[in-house]
């Protein structure tokens, strides 16, 4: 049989039906585990997959262990323990990296992000497993308010200490320990051969590394906070990190009115700006962390005027009026979809 | 009449019978691969998996419960009751605080997922295709 001009078509037509089967999609492995008071999922394509999946898993449960305030042994249950004591506690890197970096969160926000909200949290019975929640009366808010005070809370780098000069102090890092991980994660992740990595540290949290298995950006949908079988739109991110703060998250209703878990550090009760959720999107997750729960305290008018001051992040505002409020940044990776159930969407420019 | 003038080149174009035997054994060959590799679906039955902290504590197949029957879940810190049909899985009673999963629906499809964090408890519908397909690949908030 001779072979002629047809047979490099012949040869492209197999290639081109191998090719739909999708056998040739990149090494991939995938866990789900509970940390951090989360479920979370970690998916890592690339040839270290499976080894660099097993390292992640292992530095998650370190870090859960140093940073949740509800067990005994941890590095933050020590440094809340030793409130008012006069004695600096020696902690691990990792804790003090986290306390430093909320410290900063807490300066650049004026306060509207505090990591030592703590007293007040538990008041309403948002620091525990949620069998506990109830309304504070005033007189107990007022009480418990000089207790949130990031400026009472010293870390010491050269010496590994950090303290809280109050007694009755607590520091709860539930607003950035999840962004903290992803940043952890994401550089531990450098050191292996891998191509992609998605790290969904309980919805709330993710980063985007490199492509998603067959290529491009990851797809994240943005659920609607009305109604969690919706979606605002898909955000479209590589090499980036999210996170979102919504009321819907945590909450629960007395007599009628409904209380959500984002507490105004300057009001002790739950902010109530208009707005229903904040997604904010940058590299640096443990600022997008504290960000989103920062700028849904602020309100809409605070937060743009910050993100104007800045050039590290971007942010989705969802308000309880319909509007959806993008900033610049994200004109080009956000696919609105929210018109279907009566949102709009407007872009916010410097 | 005259004859089409054909040119040498022309000829070298033209198919014989055995390229026509070639383009249907090399087709035939690629749409079987296709076949072979594609990922697999078809209606393969539901099965409840039951996972706590990671580890499988129990699996149901779904089409065994032509009638719903209520069964609790051993390994967990706080007591809790599925409650099987044929259309799907719930939970039908749970003393975990906060009580998420309790107000969590049904699910009735394969890749749905009740979770119950106080008890590290996932509640998964397998079955022959997992997760319906999606162009998205998380969803956040």
Not at chain 1, 56 to 75: F, G, I, K, M, Y
Not at chain 1, 292 to 310: C, I, M, N, Q, Y
């Amino acid at each position: 049989m001779k072979l002629n001009r047809t047979t490099p078509l012949l040869i492209l037509l197999t290639v081109l039906l191998a090719g739909c089967s999708g056998a040739a999609q990149p090494e991939s492995a995938s866990r789900e585990l509970f940390a951090m008071d989360t479920l979370m999922s970690l998916q890592i394509s690339g040839p270290d997959g499976q080894e660099a999946l097993d390292a992640a898993v292992t530095e998650l449960q370190r870090l859960d262990a140093l940073l949740d305030r509800n067990e005994p042994d941890s590095d933050l249950s020590r440094l809340n323990a030793a409130a008012g004591s006069g004695t600096p506690v020696a902690l691990e890197e990792a804790t003090l990296d986290v306390l430093e970096e909320a410290l900063l969160c807490s300066a650049d926000s004026g306060g509207a992000f505090d990591c030592t909200i703590a007293p007040v949290m538990d008041a309403w019975g948002f620091g525990g497993s949620g069998d506990n929640y109830r309304v504070p009366g005033d007189e107990e808010l007022a009480a418990l308010l000089p207790l949130v005070d990031s400026s009472a809370l010293l870390v010491d780098r050269d010496a590994g200490t950090a303290q809280l000069t109050q007694a009755h102090m607590e520091v709860d890092l539930g607003g950035i320990a999840k962004g903290y991980a992803a940043d952890s994660l994401t550089a531990l992740l450098a050191e292996y051969e891998v191509s992609g990595a998605l790290l969904d540290l309980g919805s709330s949290t993710m980063a985007a590394l490199g492509e998603r298995p067959g290529g491009g950006a990851w797809r994240i949908a943005l659920r609607d906070p009305a109604d969690a079988e919706q979606r605002l739109g898909v955000l479209s991110l590589q090499d980036q990190s999210l996170s979102t703060s919504g009321s819907y998250e945590r909450y629960f209703t007395q007599d009628g009115v409904t209380y959500h878990h984002i507490l105004d550090p300057e009001t002790g009760y739950p902010a109530e700006t208009g707005i229903l959720s904040v997604t904010v999107v940058g590299e640096n997750a443990a600022l997008a962390d504290a960000w989103s729960t920062a700028l849904f305290v602020l309100g809409e008018d605070k937060a743009l005027e910050l993100w104007k001051s800045r050039d590290d992040f971007d942010y989705i505002l969802c308000c309880f009026d319909g509007r959806v409020l993008v900033t610049e940044g994200l004109e080009d990776c956000f696919a609105f979809e929210g018109d279907a159930y009566g949102y709009t969407c407007e872009i916010l420019r410097r | 009449m005259a004859t089409p003038v054909r040119s040498s080149g022309a000829e070298g174009l033209r198919p014989t019978p055995g390229d026509l035997v070639l383009i249907l054994l090399v087709a035939a060959a690629a749409v079987a691969l296709l076949f072979a590799l594609r990922p697999h679906g078809g209606t393969e039955a539901l099965t409840v998996r039951v996972t706590v902290d990671g580890e499988t504590v129990a699996e149901y197949a779904l089409a065994d419960y032509t009638e719903a029957v209520q069964v609790a879940v051993d390994g967990v810190s706080w007591p809790l009751v599925l409650e099987l049909s044929a259309d799907g899985v719930r939970v039908a009673e749970s003393d975990c605080p906060g009580g998420d999963c309790l107000r969590t629906d049904a699910i009735h499809s394969a890749g749905e997922q009740i979770i119950c964090l106080p008890n590290k408890l996932i509640v998964s519908l397998e079955g022959a295709s997992n997760a319906p397909a999606s162009d998205i690949d998380a969803v956040a908030g």
